[in-house]
């Protein structure tokens, strides 16, 4: 079956601190996708990878093709970051689809 | 408009009626996905479209829940006699066709039934 997990399923932290989210998926993709959905909000796409780092402000996505693993790491995190973060792959040979994790729950606390 | 636009953002309905919810995607884009989130959980598929045609409907739940795409860039997805679980988030996404493209979601339409 070809799934998505994420770990932590929540997350609590304290402001300033460090934060990585973990996505790992059972088969090969084309692409994978970080979004963050704010409590009764929209998704936000933070990023797209396929291969390497990306990095915007204070976030940073890695991806590992060979290990089928992805982290997002939050530097210095602040009250405004919490929210779901989700990790969304398209499957190399399923098409055009997106398949979500399940989503991780950040809580920042001032 | 720049982003991909849902509208409305939020509809109430009473149970057993009619719902239409619309996708603006972003322009150029050929490809058209919904999704819909139910409380607590990660979004789940109900259909792509790749220009007009509905290229994998696999993911509507039944036969009530019906979308269209008749010109290849608006899309509305139709929910007949609606029912109390059909409520949640419901998503849009758009992106460029081809594999690698990065893809842009909508804010959702938050549909609750009565």
């Known amino acids: 079956k070809n799934e998505v997990e994420q770990s932590p399923q929540n997350l609590t932290a304290q402001e300033g601190e460090f934060i990585t989210i973990n996505c790992s998926y059972s088969?090969?993709?084309?692409?994978l996708h970080w979004l963050q959905q704010h409590p009764g909000g929209g998704i936000v796409s933070l990023f797209m990878?396929?291969?390497g780092k990306k990095k915007h402000g204070r976030l940073i996505a890695t991806i590992n093709i060979q290990e089928k693993h992805s982290s997002l790491h939050i530097t210095a995190s602040h009250p405004r970051d919490s929210a779901v973060y989700i990790c969304?792959?398209?499957?190399?040979?399923?098409?055009?689809?997106?398949?979500f994790g399940p989503g991780t729950r950040l809580s920042v606390l001032p | 408009g720049a982003g991909v636009s849902q509208t409305p953002s939020n509809k109430v309905t009473e149970k057993g009626k009619y719902v239409e919810l619309r996708c603006d995607p972003i322009?150029?884009?050929?490809?058209l996905y919904w999704y819909r989130q139910s409380l607590g959980q990660g979004p789940e598929f109900l259909i792509y479209?790749?220009?007009?045609?509905?290229?994998?409907d696999s993911g509507l739940p039944n036969d009530r829940f019906f979308a269209v795409r008749p010109e290849g860039s608006v899309s509305t997805l139709k929910i007949q006699r609606t029912e109390r679980g059909d409520s949640a988030v419901y998503l849009c996404?758009?992106?460029?066709?081809?594999?690698?493209?990065?893809?842009?979601f909508g804010q959702g339409t938050r549909l609750t039934v009565v």
């Open positions: 996404a758009s992106s460029p066709l081809g594999r690698g493209s990065e893809a842009f």
């Open positions: 088969v090969g993709i084309s692409a």
């Open positions: 990878l396929s291969s």
């Open positions: 969304a792959v398209r499957w190399e040979d399923y098409g055009q689809n997106f398949v």
């Open positions: 322009s150029g884009h050929t490809a």
């Open positions: 479209f790749q220009g007009t045609g509905a290229a994998d």
